[in-house]
């Protein structure tokens, strides 16, 4: 008995909240608000936009210089070696008198284009137009969700 109670009242709070739900009249603003907060073309055009950014950055990027290093390490351990033991590979003869060696390899590369026929400049220029046309792509698409909800919303007022 106590179950079908709590399952009634359950119910009957749900019911409750979800006519509650119904009865919320949207402002004007609120409805713009969502619209353009949810609208998926507009966010589509947002992420172009960001992209575009991104892609500014890598052609500012590429007019820096760029550096590599690396470097490694190595061990051989030969516990079972006798003192003065001598390897030939190919010309040359490597002599080792103790069980363990090291060894190590580094390196520091470094590279910059000095003049590229001014194409890191025009790559630039280019990806930084493109981002003021999609920042305008991005504020029409904006005014476009915003009309076509005041139409909508001016429709739906009796």
Known sequence: MKVQAI????ALTVTGMAAGA??????????IDYAVENN?????SRNAHLSGLEDTYQAKAAMFPSLNASASQGVTNRPFSESGNSTVVGSDVYSTSKAT???GNYGINAGMTLYSGGSL????????LRNSLDSLSVEESTNDV???IVKAYMHCIP
């Open 101 to 103: 060696s090291w060894s």
């Open 22 to 31: 119904q009865n919320k009249k949207w402002t004007l603003q609120e409805c």
């Open 40 to 44: 998926i073309s507009l966010r589509q």
């Open 121 to 128: 400049s025009t790559a630039l220029r280019q990806s930084q």
């Open 146 to 148: 915003v009309i076509s």
């Open 7 to 10: 399952i009634l009242i359950t």
